[in-house]
C-alpha cells in the first residue's frame, strides 16, 4: 500500500497542529470521487508506506508533514515529497499497552507530542531526533482532546478534568474542572495567556497561570449541542459553532448552520457565517474549526465530508470542496498554503496536500482587456466572486503584480492634530470650512473614524450630522477596504520579490490604518518563514 498527500495554499501562523481521535476507516474507491474535489488543486503526492496512517501535522515552518502510520512517524518534505528526517520508531517509547499512534502535534518546533491507545499517557519527544523530553501519565484518564502551543500542552480527558503542562519541567499540571460537563473543544490564545473550552453549548475561558475561568458565553438555549471554537490569529476573536448546527447559541432554531465570530469577550458577534441546511443537509455542520494565518478565511470541516472556506471580512462563503475518506485526517499547515487530507483508496492509503487557491483544471486565462473586470471583482461583496478573481491573479503573476503596483496605493499619512481640526470644523459656522472640514475627514476614511462617532454624539447638531455621513461614506467604501485585504493575501501567496517590494510600499502608510497594518502582518510571516523569496 502507498500514502499519497496533497498541499493547500494559505496563511497560518500561530494556530496549534492538533491530532484527531482516529475512527473507523471506511475505504472508498477512485470511481468514488466527488468532482468537487478538483476545486482544490493536488499539488503533492508524498509516498509513506504500506501502513493505514491516523494524525498527521505540519512543522510550524510548514515545510515537513510528520505522518503516524502505526507506531511509527515517518517525516516527509512537503516541497520535494522526499524523506525530511529518518522516521521515529514508536515501540522505541512505547509500552507494551500502547496501540497504534492516534494524536500527533508539534508543541513548537523542537517539540512533538505523542500519544497512542488507549491515550493514558502523552510522550514528548524533541524533534528531529526523537529524544525523549517528558513523559506525560494521565492515570486511567485517557485524551479526549488535545491542544498545543509553545511551551504549552493541554489535554482534557474523559475524566471532566482539563490539565495544562508548561515547559520546561512538564511536571505538576495545573488543573481546571470544567463549569459543566465535558469538553467538547480546546484551544489556546494566541498570546498562550488563555485555553478556551467548549462545554455543552457554552465556551470557558480560563487563565493558564491559574485556572480560574475569566468569561463565559450565555447561550439562551439550555440544549446540550458541543461547540467547536478556534481563536483568530490576532486574538481579537473567537469563531464557534456547534455540532447541532441550528443556532442554539442565538437561543433559537434556524433552517442554517452557523458560525458566530464573536469578540473575544464573548459578548459581541462581530459577523456570522452561515449555510443552507436545506441544500447542504442536517448532517452538514461542522466540527473542526482553524483559520488562516492572516485570520481572512475561516476552515470548516463539516460531517458531510466538505470543507468550507469563509471568508472572515464578508461572512460569504469563498469555496468548498467534498473531500474523500475519513475526515478526521485532516490538516491545515500552519502558513496556510496546505491542506493535508489522509484518505484510503481500498488497498492504498494516501494524504493528499491541496492548494485551495489553485484550481485543478486550467480556468479562464487573464488578459491585460479583463483587467478592469478583474480589480472591480477583487472588491465584490460576493465571497465566492471575489475568491475567483484571488484564483486568477494567483495564477497569473505578472499581470497580478502589474496591476496591483499600478493601482493599489499606500494610505496617506494624516496628522491627528489635523483630524481633530477637521471634525471641531465640522460644526463651524463658516460653511466653506465645514465643507472643506467634511471634504478631508472623507479622505481620511477609517484613520479618522473613531474621531467621527465621538464627533456623532456632540452638542453640535451640525457635527453631528456631518459627522454622520462621513461616517456612512465610510462605510459604504467596505468595496475598497475587502479589495485592499484581497490584494494584500495575493501579494503574500506569491511572495516573489516584486510583491514583496509592493507589500513595503503597503505597509509604508499611515500607521493606524488597516491596509497599512495588513501588509505589515504579511511582511512579517513572509520574512519569518522565508527571509529570502
Not at 511551551?151 to 495544562?164: P, W
Not at 465584490?380 to 496591483?404: E, Y
Not at 484581497?486 to 499611515?510: H, I, Q, S
Request: proline share 6%.
Amino acid at each position: 500500500m502507498r500514502i499519497l498527500v496533497a498541499a493547500c495554499a494559505a496563511g497560518f501562523v500561530g494556530l496549534p497542529a492538533l491530532g484527531l481521535l482516529a475512527g473507523a476507516d471506511e475505504p472508498s474507491t477512485g470511481a468514488d470521487r466527488p468532482p468537487e474535489m478538483d476545486k482544490f488543486k493536488v499539488v503533492r503526492t508524498l509516498e509513506i508506506g504500506d501502513r493505514p496512517t491516523s494524525p498527521h501535522a505540519f512543522s510550524p515552518d510548514s515545510q515537513v508533514l510528520a505522518v503516524a502510520a502505526g507506531k511509527r512517524v515517518l517525516f516527509r518534505s512537503t516541497v520535494t515529497g522526499k524523506e525530511a528526517r529518518p522516521a521515529w520508531d514508536a515501540e522505541e517509547f512505547l509500552d507494551g499497552s500502547e496501540k497504534n499512534i492516534t494524536y500527533l502535534a508539534f508543541v513548537d518546533a523542537r517539540t512533538v507530542a505523542v500519544s497512542a491507545e488507549p491515550n493514558h499517557v502523552v510522550h514528548l519527544r524533541s524533534y528531529p531526533t526523537g529524544e525523549r523530553i517528558a513523559q506525560i501519565d494521565l492515570g486511567t484518564d485517557s485524551v479526549s482532546y488535545l491542544a498545543t502551543a509553545p511551551g504549552l500542552v493541554a489535554v482534557a480527558s474523559e475524566g471532566k478534568i482539563i490539565r495544562v503542562w508548561s515547559a520546561p519541567q512538564w511536571k505538576k499540571p495545573l488543573e481546571i474542572v470544567p463549569v459543566k460537563g465535558y469538553a467538547s473543544g480546546l484551544a489556546f490564545s494566541p498570546d498562550r495567556s488563555e485555553v478556551a473550552v467548549g462545554q455543552g453549548a457554552k465556551i470557558c475561558v480560563y487563565g493558564v497561570r491559574d485556572g480560574k475561568l475569566i468569561r463565559q458565553t450565555v447561550p439562551e438555549s439550555p440544549w446540550p449541542y458541543s461547540v467547536k471554537l478556534a481563536y483568530a490569529p490576532d486574538g481579537r476573536s473567537i469563531a464557534l459553532t456547534t455540532e447541532g448546527g441550528w443556532g442554539p447559541l442565538a437561543g433559537r432554531q434556524q433552517p442554517q448552520h452557523v458560525i458566530e465570530l464573536r469578540d473575544v469577550g464573548l459578548k459581541t458577534v462581530r459577523t456570522s457565517v452561515k449555510w443552507d441546511v436545506v441544500a447542504s443537509g442536517l448532517q452538514a455542520q461542522a466540527y473542526h474549526l482553524q483559520y488562516t494565518a492572516d485570520g481572512k478565511t475561516l476552515l470548516a470541516l463539516c460531517n458531510d465530508q466538505k470543507v468550507r472556506m469563509f471568508e472572515t471580512a464578508t461572512g460569504g462563503l469563498r469555496t468548498t470542496a467534498h473531500l474523500p475518506g475519513v475526515l478526521n485526517r485532516v490538516s491545515l499547515s500552519p502558513d496556510g498554503r496546505l491542506i493535508g487530507i489522509r484518505t484510503n483508496n481500498w488497498s492504498e492509503w494516501q494524504i493528499e496536500l491541496l492548494d485551495w487557491r489553485a484550481a485543478a483544471e486550467q480556468g479562464e486565462p487573464l488578459e491585460a482587456a479583463g483587467l478592469d473586470a478583474a480589480w472591480n471583482d477583487l472588491a465584490s461583496p460576493d465571497s465566492g466572486a471575489g475568491h475567483k478573481t484571488v484564483v486568477r491573479l494567483c495564477a497569473n503573476p505578472g499581470l497580478a503584480i502589474n496591476l496591483i503596483a499600478e493601482r493599489l496605493r499606500p494610505v496617506p499619512v494624516v496628522n491627528d492634530d489635523l483630524v481633530a481640526a477637521w471634525v471641531a470644523d465640522l460644526g463651524s459656522e463658516s460653511f466653506a470650512r465645514r465643507e472643506a472640514a467634511e471634504k478631508r475627514l472623507t479622505e481620511a476614511g477609517d484613520l479618522a473614524e473613531a474621531s467621527l462617532r465621538a464627533a456623532a454624539q456632540s452638542d453640535s447638531v451640525e457635527r453631528q450630522i456631518r459627522a454622520a455621513r462621513v461616517l456612512k461614506s465610510i462605510e459604504s467604501g467596505t468595496r475598497d477596504r475587502v479589495r485592499a485585504l484581497r490584494v494584500v493575501e495575493v501579494l503574500e501567496y506569491l511572495n516573489t520579490p516584486m510583491c514583496r517590494d509592493v507589500l513595503k510600499g503597503l505597509a509604508a502608510g499611515a500607521p493606524g490604518a488597516r491596509q497599512t497594518l495588513d501588509a505589515r502582518s504579511a511582511l512579517a510571516r513572509l520574512e519569518s518563514s522565508d527571509p529570502k523569496p
